[in-house]
């Protein structure tokens, strides 16, 4: 790519945050190698990720420690819009880089091994912007607050979502509750990431949202469902997805919990008919908590059932309705039926 003249020149007097020229002492002028010229040693030294953009934010050319600060290739940066690779703060917009220089302590890179915050200075040198990526060190104080920052955030996120899934009545919300226990609760008992365990607890509170979409005369209806009512009632999954999927902070596996948990083990379920293990593993949890707890709650057309005639539902649906290894976790660690073990330990799991 065809560089200007006084590139080396825009790099080697990019300034720190604080604007103070940078300087490097050499080695020995007899320990160089004659080929390489002194401006491109201390381009090669420089701690910081050096980027040179046009006056659109383009990337025409990285040097310094670029890939060690971004664990991108230059090759893979050059022809990129900067933004495309470090956000800046909703507060800095519109003009971001645009403006004659700044910088900024809550930029946020997109590097491969994930996003994290960095810090970037930049200033405008004609048609030109040069600047720098450094990696931000948190002091022990500031990763405390931004750790406490993140865990409300994560509070505030389950509120939300909790107070979307129990919209529909008194009932469906004393029901989203209990499920959301249930299925939190195995899920703990598997042994799962605290990041699936979130996925989970947020897709049994949000695994019926889809009902609001359902007349009022289909869903509250006392009789039983005629053939079309049915057919519309079975919808629920997809409108529920079509909803949630304007939250773009829930991850894949609430999508899949809310699209699927009405799938059953052999492949009989709906809407997709998926089998075994191609059911997601957040529907197959929240499945087994919301039958369990539909057949133990009262409703206008049947009493609730006992924790025992429930559990011989599940265990009765072990591989055709249910994951048979669920079943035998949710069973014998969630709900505590030790005597149950000899009867678990002889079904087939598939």
Wanted: contains cysteine.
């Amino acid at each position: 790519m065809p560089q200007s003249d006084d590139f080396n020149l825009h790099l080697l007097s990019l300034q720190t945050p604080s604007f103070q020229k940078i300087s490097l002492a050499l080695p020995h002028q007899e320990e160089l190698a004659p080929e390489v010229p002194e401006e491109d040693l201390l381009l090669i030294a420089q701690p910081s990720a050096l980027f040179l953009l046009d006056d659109s934010g383009r990337v025409l050319r990285v040097s310094g420690a670029w890939e060690d600060v971004t664990d991108l290739h230059p090759d893979d940066a050059v022809g990129l819009p900067l933004s495309a690779l470090v956000r800046l703060p909703n507060t800095r917009y519109p003009e971001g880089l645009l403006t004659h220089e700044g910088s900024c302590d809550d930029a946020v890179l997109r590097a491969q091994a994930g996003s994290r915050r960095v810090r970037i200075t930049w200033n405008r040198r004609g048609r030109y912007i040069v600047g720098n990526l450094d990696r931000l060190e948190l002091t022990a104080r500031a990763e405390y607050d931004a750790n406490m920052r993140e865990q409300q955030l994560m509070r505030d996120l389950d509120d939300a979502v909790s107070c979307l899934g129990v919209s529909l009545d008194s009932w469906q919300s004393q029901h989203v509750e209990r499920m959301v226990g249930l299925s939190t609760r195995l899920a703990e008992a598997l042994s799962l990431s605290p990041e699936l365990i979130r996925a989970v607890r947020w897709g049994a509170a949000l695994h019926d949202v889809g009902k609001s979409r359902v007349p009022d005369e289909i869903l509250w209806k006392n009789g039983a469902l005629s053939n079309e009512e049915y057919e519309v009632m079975l919808q629920h999954p997809v409108w529920g997805v079509e909803i949630v999927e304007r939250l773009a902070f829930l991850p894949p596996e609430v999508r899949a919990a809310v699209l699927h948990h009405h799938e059953r083990y052999d492949g009989t379920g709906y809407p997709a008919g998926l089998a075994g293990g191609h059911i997601p593993l957040t529907a197959r949890i929240v499945a087994i908590a919301d039958v369990f707890d539909a057949l133990t709650s009262v409703r206008s057309y049947k009493p609730a059932w006992s924790y025992q005639a429930a559990t011989e539902h599940l265990i009765a649906g072990a591989g055709t309705q249910f994951d048979p290894w669920l079943v035998r976790v949710f069973v014998l660690d969630v709900l505590g039926f030790r005597h149950l073990q000899a009867r678990l330990d002889a079904i087939h799991l598939t």
